[in-house]
Nanobody, 123 residues
Framework: LQLVESGGGLMQAGGSLRLSCAAS????????MGWFRQSPGKEREFVAT????????YYRDAVKGRCTISRDNAKNTVYLQMNSLRPEDTAVYYC????WGSGTYLPSMYSYWGQGTQVTVSS
């Protein structure tokens, strides 16, 4: 499964951004999808996840109410809508896929990763 993220960029605090992750190569609907992020000098951290059917989502506390993960299995794409952006959201954002997963915050459960897209939020 190949994953390609897009939609990152330089934003001002308070703004909104939608990240996309396009999948190819395998049956997208068989995979739970997750978004993670990594800032310089920090470990990769969980942001959000969605089950393979889309019926279950889970977020890290810091983004609850500001971010929405969704998927379109017909388009083989998962999205992360980010609102009320904060400087601390600055990071490289990665999408990842977990075969037949229900959605987890553990990066070790994800078998496939994209290359990442940079999100920079200025104050």
């Amino acid at each position: 499964l190949q994953l390609v993220e897009s939609g990152g960029g330089l934003m001002q605090a308070g703004g909104s951004l939608r990240l996309s992750c396009a999948a190819s190569g395998r049956t997208f609907g068989d995979y739970a999808m997750g978004w993670f992020r990594q800032s310089p000098g920090k470990e990769r951290e969980f942001v959000a996840t969605i089950s393979w059917g889309g019926g279950r989502t889970y977020y890290r506390d810091a983004v609850k109410g500001r971010c929405t993960i969704s998927r379109d299995n017909a388009k083989n794409t998962v999205y992360l809508q980010m609102n009320s952006l904060r400087p601390e959201d600055t990071a490289v954002y990665y999408c990842a896929a977990d075969h037949w997963g229900s959605g987890t915050y553990l990066p070790s459960m994800y078998s496939y990763w994209g290359q990442g897209t940079q999100v920079t939020v200025s104050s």
